[in-house]
Nanobody, 127 residues
Framework: QMQLVESGGGLVQAGGSLRLSCAAS????????MGWFRQAPGKEREFVAA????????YYSDSVKGRFTISRDNAKNTVYLQMNSLKPEDTAVYYC????????????????????WGQGTQVTVSS
């Protein structure tokens, strides 16, 4: 089993920034591609960003491209999501997830491909 614990969520004004962290334990973190997803009230969970095990490959949804940056530190077993220029429509619970994946491709944009999930952290952007 892998445990994932997100942190860094909170309330921020539109245009502001937040940095989410996801700390992993229990498995070899560097064998997993990682992803961030989010779910707003009444909506389905949606893909936000993903990164390969090495950190060299990343992938973003169109809605966050250019504003969010995913990164990881394998020495600290942690993946990050830097969120800039936040908008009210970014309000959601943000989840990190781990996908066991060979090669250097980033994690999938499909939630069903992931093996482990965190409990989520709330991000609220006020207008």
């Amino acid at each position: 089993q892998m445990q994932l614990v997100e942190s860094g969520g909170g309330l921020v004004q539109a245009g502001g920034s937040l940095r989410l962290s996801c700390a992993a334990s229990g498995r070899t973190f560097s064998r997993y591609a990682m992803g961030w997803f989010r779910q707003a009230p009444g909506k389905e969970r949606e893909f936000v960003a993903a990164i390969s095990w090495s950190g060299r490959s990343t992938y973003y949804s169109d809605s966050v491209k250019g504003r969010f940056t995913i990164s990881r530190d394998n020495a600290k077993n942690t993946v990050y999501l830097q969120m800039n220029s936040l908008k009210p429509e970014d309000t959601a619970v943000y989840y990190c997830a781990a996908e066991f994946k060979a090669g250097n491709a980033p994690g999938s944009d499909m939630a069903t491909e992931y093996n482990y999930w965190g409990q989520g952290t709330q991000v609220t952007v006020s207008s």
